[in-house]
Every structure is written in C-alpha cells, then in structure tokens.
C-alpha cells in the first residue's frame, strides 16, 4: 500500500536524481565546449 507520504517521497527522490544527472551533463556538455 502506497501511501500519499511515500509517493511525494519517491517523487523528490527522482527529481533529484534527475537534476543530478542533468547538472552533470551540463558540466561535460560546457567541458566540451572549445576554451
């Protein structure tokens, strides 16, 4: 049984790894980037 509290949980949990992954792109993606 998911509960409401689990569910907002497990909602912040993949936002942040989402941001997490798009931040690091965004790194590599500006390391590329010619100097």
Do not use: G, H, R
Not at 9 to 25: E, R, Y
């Amino acid at each position: 049984l998911m509960t409401f509290y689990n569910v907002q949980n497990l909602t912040i949990l993949i936002v942040l790894k989402l941001t997490d992954i798009l931040s690091k792109n965004k790194k590599e993606a500006f390391s590329m980037l010619p100097k």
